[in-house]
């Protein structure tokens, strides 16, 4: 029975990580870090407050028996209300996080990155999610396992307003209709996200840096 520490698992992807983790029988225990507690209740699930950028506060809650560490946290400019406090969740927490578990002798993480992450790209936004993929492959995980989604298709999971998804994505469903909607750029549903994410998280990868783009989780978890 393995154990897995996640962040983020409240949110829209990863509370659907967290459903499939908990479904998962080799998962014995799931610990969830998080700025407040979970509202969700298992027999296997420990749901627990910390400082996301306190990474030896997180390690201290980190069991020593942890085996993977799955990261979903995120935020928005707007939610954060700066340039900084974006950088402060969307690098900066994800790779202390990182830290902590490796610390914990954790052999595998997985992280919600974005279509697009790249350290040299112009747009604020896939320059940070960069910087933070590029932080974690130089921690040294036996195994890092990178994702990289589309626009998300939360189907009103969201209970915050975000005007450019709201128009983005009628669009986009349309468009992606008629062409196809497994290519690259598609509108990705959080579940089928959630369900690659768990089933990567298991499978007998070796690489030390896998990166999975949006088409290809389409694939693993439709
Ligand atoms: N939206 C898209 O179309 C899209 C596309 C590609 C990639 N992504 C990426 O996918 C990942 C998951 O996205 P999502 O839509 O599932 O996110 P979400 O629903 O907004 O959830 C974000 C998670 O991060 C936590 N979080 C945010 N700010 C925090 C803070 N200051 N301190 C502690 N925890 C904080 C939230 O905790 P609380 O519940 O406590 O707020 C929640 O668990 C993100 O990294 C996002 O950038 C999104």
């Given at each position: ?11 829209v ?9 908990l ?7 799931v610990?969830a ?102 932080a974690?492959?130089q ?36 468009i ?16 089928v996200?959630?369900?690659a ?26």
């Amino acid at each position: 029975m393995k154990t897995v520490v996640i962040i983020g698992a409240s949110g829209v992807v990863g509370s659907r990580v967290l459903a499939h983790l908990l479904d998962r029988e080799e998962v014995g225990r799931v610990v969830a870090l998080g700025r407040r507690l979970l509202d969700v209740q298992h027999a296997k699930l420990v749901s627990k407050v910390v400082d996301l950028q306190n990474a030896t506060e997180m390690a201290g809650e980190i069991p020593d028996d942890v085996a993977v560490a799955i990261c979903c946290i995120g935020t928005t400019r707007k939610q954060a209300g700066s340039k900084e406090a974006f950088r402060a969740i969307d690098r900066d927490a994800v790779v202390a996080f990182g830290r902590a578990g490796l610390q914990k002798g954790a052999q595998r993480f997985l992280v919600v990155s974005s279509i697009g992450a790249n350290p040299r790209s112009k747009n604020f936004y896939l320059k940070t999610k960069g910087q933070a993929e590029e932080a974690l492959a130089q921690l040294g995980y036996p195994q890092l396992t990178i994702v990289r989604p589309s626009f998300l298709d939360d189907r009103g999971a969201r209970p915050e307003f975000r005007l450019g998804e709201r128009i983005a994505l009628p669009l986009a469903r349309a468009i992606f209709f008629v062409v196809g909607k497994k290519r690259r750029y598609a509108p990705i549903a959080a579940d089928v996200v959630g369900k690659a994410l768990v089933r990567l998280a298991f499978d007998d990868a070796t690489e030390p840096v896998r990166i999975v783009e949006s088409d290809q989780l389409h694939a693993i978890g439709g």
